[in-house]
């Protein structure tokens, strides 16, 4: 059984001085895999332009987005309908460019530590692979509490343990960081989740997936206790967060930078007869 998500993220970001030079990456297209088909997807920029588009080394399709000089405010939509279905969190063999065992080795944001070993050491002796990885997931929700206060994106995977709370951020980064301490070969995902209880989010979603021998690739959402269903829309893969961030890049001008960001995620059906009532609609990382 197959369903139909509508999503729009929105992204806007206002200078209070003229932005003299920028320059933007952006990953927010689906990826077309195994439960997940695109059927539209554009992405508009109003305050820049795009220079160019190319698929990384992750096969995550990025788009490279110059800023217009003197711009005081840039926003960035992406929207469209995907069509997904459940298949239980299997994505299924490798695919890209990346071989396997570069999912093995650490990142800055995903260096093993104590906290990290401790997790992997007590999961261990499970022989089950799967069993194991549903084992290390559950240990790291009891570890790390889910909190949104005090996000942020450079924390690395020991230092949310040290906290003791985190975002689905962190979550991915220590199940990867412990996964691959098991010889697991295991990757962060950014995308999008359709609530059960909103349709109207402030962030993306992120999770975890690890290669099972015999199934593949496997999405492990911590920070929910599941695998990815069909709510579930994959965008961006990467050793860590800094592979897949929905937007990234640089600029050149005095000033500060205010970015704020809407997404909304909901049944497509249900988001037509809204819009044809005359309705305006419009996860957290």
Not at 71 to 90: C, K, P, Q, R
Not at 106 to 114: A, Y
Not at 150 to 155: E, L
Request: charged letters at 20%; hydrophobic letters at 35%.
């Amino acid at each position: 059984m197959t369903a139909r998500l509508h999503i729009r993220h929105v992204t806007t970001y206002r200078y209070d001085a003229p932005v003299d030079y920028g320059l933007q990456q952006l990953r927010l297209t689906p990826k077309p895999r195994n439960g997940q088909h695109i059927v539209d997807w554009n992405t508009r920029v109003r305050g820049g332009r795009e220079e160019l588009s190319f698929d990384d080394s992750h096969a995550n399709h990025v788009q490279l987005v110059s800023i217009d000089a003197g711009a005081t405010e840039v926003e960035i939509t992406a929207e469209g309908v995907i069509e997904m279905s459940d298949e239980t969190g299997v994505i299924g063999s490798h695919a890209g460019y990346m071989p396997l065992w570069m999912f093995l080795r650490p990142t800055d944001l995903t260096r093993r530590g104590q906290g990290t070993i401790g997790l992997a050491r007590d999961v261990r002796p499970m022989e089950n692979q799967l069993e194991q990885l549903h084992a290390l997931s559950a240990a790291i929700r009891e570890t790390v509490t889910y909190d949104t206060n005090g996000m942020d994106v450079a924390r690395s995977a020991e230092e949310a343990i040290a906290d003791g709370h985190g975002v689905c951020q962190d979550h991915a980064h220590i199940f990867v960081t412990a996964a691959r301490l098991l010889d697991c070969p295991a990757r962060y995902v950014s995308g999008y989740l359709k609530m059960n209880d909103r349709d109207d989010q402030e962030a993306t979603h992120a999770w975890a997936e690890a290669h099972v021998e015999g199934l593949g690739w496997v999405g492990f959402d911590v920070s929910n206790g599941i695998s990815p269903d069909k709510r579930y829309v994959r965008v961006a893969t990467g050793l860590d967060y800094a592979d897949a961030a929905p937007i990234s890049g640089i600029r050149q001008g005095a000033g500060l930078e205010q970015m704020s960001v809407s997404v909304h995620v909901a049944e497509a059906k249900a988001q037509a007869q809204q819009q044809q009532s005359g309705g305006q609609d419009q996860a957290q990382s």
